[in-house]
C-alpha cells in the first residue's frame, strides 16, 4: 500500500516537472515574440533575453526525470540488448548507481551555490536585476528529480530485475 502511494507520487512529480518544462517552452515563446513586438512599436523590454535563458535552463534541468523515465535520455541499448540477462542487469545496476551518485552529487553542490547565491545577495548584471538564487534554484530542483529518478530506476532494478524506462514506439521502430 506503501509503496503504491510513493509509486503514484513519484510518477505525479515526474510528469508534473515535465509539464513545468513544457511550459517553460511556452513561456520563452511568449518572451521572443513579446520581445519582438516591443522592438517594432518602438518599446523596450528589459530584461527579456535574462529571462527567456531562465527559462531555457528551467526547461531543461526540469525536464530532465521526465525525458529518464520516457525514454528520451541517449541510453546505449544495442550494446545492452546484445548481452546476456545476467550482464545486461550488472551493467544497468553499474549505470544506474553511476548516474545517481553523479546526480545526487551535482545537487549538493548546486544547493551550496544557490544557498551562497542568497546569502550574499547576488543579483543579475543584466537589465532584469533579479536575485540570482530564484533561477538558480531550479537547478536544484531539477538535478534533485534527477536524482530521484536514477535512484528510483536502480531500485527497480536492484528489485524487480528490470528499469521503469518505457520506450518510444518511434524508438521501438527504428530498431528493427
Same mark, same amino acid.
Given at each position: 500500500?506503501?509503496?503504491? !502511494?510513493?509509486?503514484?507520487? #513519484?510518477? $505525479?512529480?515526474?510528469? =508534473?516537472?515535465?509539464? *513545468?518544462?513544457?511550459?517553460?517552452? +511556452? ?29 531555457? !535552463?528551467?526547461?531543461?534541468? #526540469?525536464? $530532465?526525470?521526465?525525458? =529518464?523515465?520516457?525514454? *528520451?535520455?541517449?541510453?546505449?541499448? +544495442? ?50 536585476? +533579479? ?46
Amino acid at each position: 500500500m506503501a509503496v503504491t !502511494a510513493i509509486r503514484k507520487t #513519484l510518477d $505525479f512529480l515526474y510528469l =508534473l516537472a515535465g509539464i *513545468a518544462a513544457a511550459i517553460c517552452l +511556452i513561456a520563452i515563446l511568449v518572451l521572443i515574440v513579446a520581445q519582438m513586438v516591443a522592438r517594432w512599436t518602438g518599446e523596450i523590454f528589459p530584461g527579456a533575453p535574462n529571462y527567456a535563458g531562465y527559462a531555457m !535552463a528551467a526547461a531543461s534541468f #526540469l525536464a $530532465f526525470a521526465n525525458a =529518464l523515465n520516457k525514454g *528520451a535520455h541517449i541510453r546505449v541499448s +544495442i550494446l545492452l540488448n546484445s548481452v546476456p540477462a545476467h550482464l545486461k542487469r550488472a551493467l544497468e545496476i553499474w549505470c544506474f548507481s553511476l548516474g545517481a551518485a553523479i546526480a545526487w552529487y551535482f545537487t549538493y553542490y548546486a544547493y551550496w551555490f544557490v544557498y551562497w547565491s542568497w546569502k550574499f545577495n547576488e543579483i543579475s548584471q543584466g537589465q532584469d536585476a +533579479i536575485h540570482l538564487w530564484i533561477p538558480q534554484s531550479v537547478m536544484v530542483i531539477g538535478g534533485g528529480l534527477l536524482a530521484i529518478a536514477l535512484t528510483d530506476n536502480l531500485f527497480h532494478v536492484l528489485f524487480k530485475g528490470d528499469h521503469r524506462i518505457t520506450r518510444d514506439t518511434v524508438d521501438e521502430q527504428s530498431e528493427v
